[in-house]
């Protein structure tokens, strides 16, 4: 067994995947234990010029939130994947992707 393999399998042992999918993303953004937290990270960011952390964070937020959307959900029906529906998510990682990889290799600082 590789060393991914053991990842995986502790992945799915946890149940992760099935965690993240089933997170109340508006009850938590409404959350004050949470935001508090968050607002003040996002302050702290700002203040020391973290903007890469700031973008990349965003991103995460973004994909996070779009994936959970009527979009991706309608992107496979009765098991077929929609080729009308998936290429603009493709397109839109591939210019995601670019700007992560313009952001650490393409300028400096």
Do not use: H
């Not at 959350?31 to 700002?46: A, E, T």
């Not at 994936?67 to 991706?72: A, I, R, T, V, W």
């Amino acid at each position: 067994m590789s060393f991914f393999d053991k990842i995986v399998s502790f992945a799915q042992s946890t149940r992760i995947p099935e965690q993240i999918g089933n997170v109340d993303a508006p009850g938590l953004f409404t959350n004050s234990w949470f935001l508090v937290p968050f607002i003040i990270l996002v302050c702290y960011m700002l203040y020391k010029q973290a903007f890469k952390d700031l973008v990349l964070m965003a991103i995460f937020i973004g994909v996070w939130v779009f994936s959970g959307s009527d979009y991706m959900q309608s992107t496979s029906v009765d098991g077929e994947l929609q080729l009308d529906k998936v290429l603009p998510v493709v397109f839109g990682g591939a210019v995601i992707m670019g700007v992560v990889i313009y952001m650490y290799f393409g300028r400096s600082d």
